[in-house]
Every structure is written in structure tokens, then in C-alpha cells.
């Protein structure tokens, strides 16, 4: 399985971007999708996932009422749309596949990252 994420970009402080994780293989929509995030100088953080058919959802608590992860199997991608946004939000996002975990090291497959810039 290959991830792909997209999406980041700069936006002031109140405001939205929605990434996007493109995936490829035959199997990559049997996986849960989580995003991630990393802020500088700060170890990976768990941001949300997804189960594979999208039945259950989890955030971190940082997350909740503001991110909404999401998943269209037909076209092999989810999503993090990100509203009202804060600086403190400013990291580069991963997205991986795996087990339905809040856990890093709980993902298999992981995409490169994109950077998503909150300015105040």
C-alpha cells in the first residue's frame, strides 16, 4: 500500500483546509486510515482514524468538534477536513494505514507528509 497526502498549505488562524490521503494497492481499503501530525521539535502525535468501511471514527481530544476524518473507498482516499483552525495546529500531516489505533507504530503503511501552516 502507497499513501499519498495533500492538501496542506498556510491559512490564518479561524479558517479550513481539507487534506486528502490518496491511496494505492489492492488491499488498501481493508485498512483503517489515521492521520497524524508533527510539530517542530515535538514528537508524532495521533490526530484522528478511521475504520475501513467508516464505521467508527476516534480524535484526539485536541481535535474533536473542529477535525472531521472521513473515507471514500470507490476512490481509494480519506480526508481531514480541518475548521477553525489555531497556530497551534501548525505541523506537517501523515496519514498511514493499519490497524484502527491511536498508536503510530500501530500503522504499517505511511505517506509522506504535508504541511498545513496556521499563521494568528
Known amino acids: 500500500v502507497q499513501l499519498q497526502a495533500s492538501g496542506g498549505g498556510s491559512v490564518q488562524a479561524g479558517g479550513s483546509l481539507r487534506l486528502s490521503c490518496a491511496a494505492s494497492?489492492?488491499?488498501?481499503?481493508?485498512?483503517?486510515v489515521g492521520w497524524f501530525r508533527q510539530a517542530p521539535g515535538k514528537e508524532r502525535e495521533f490526530v484522528a482514524v478511521?475504520?475501513?468501511?467508516?464505521?467508527?471514527?476516534d480524535y484526539a481530544d485536541s481535535v474533536k468538534g473542529r477535525f472531521t476524518i472521513s473515507r471514500e473507498n470507490a476512490k481509494n482516499t480519506a480526508y481531514l477536513q480541518m475548521n477553525s483552525l489555531k497556530p497551534e495546529d501548525t505541523a506537517v500531516y501523515y496519514c498511514a494505514a493499519g490497524g484502527f489505533t491511536v498508536v503510530a507504530r500501530g500503522m504499517a503503511y505511511w505517506g509522506k507528509g504535508t504541511l498545513v501552516t496556521v499563521s494568528s
Open positions: 494497492g489492492r488491499t488498501a481499503s481493508s485498512y483503517a
Open positions: 478511521i475504520t475501513w468501511n467508516g464505521g467508527s471514527r
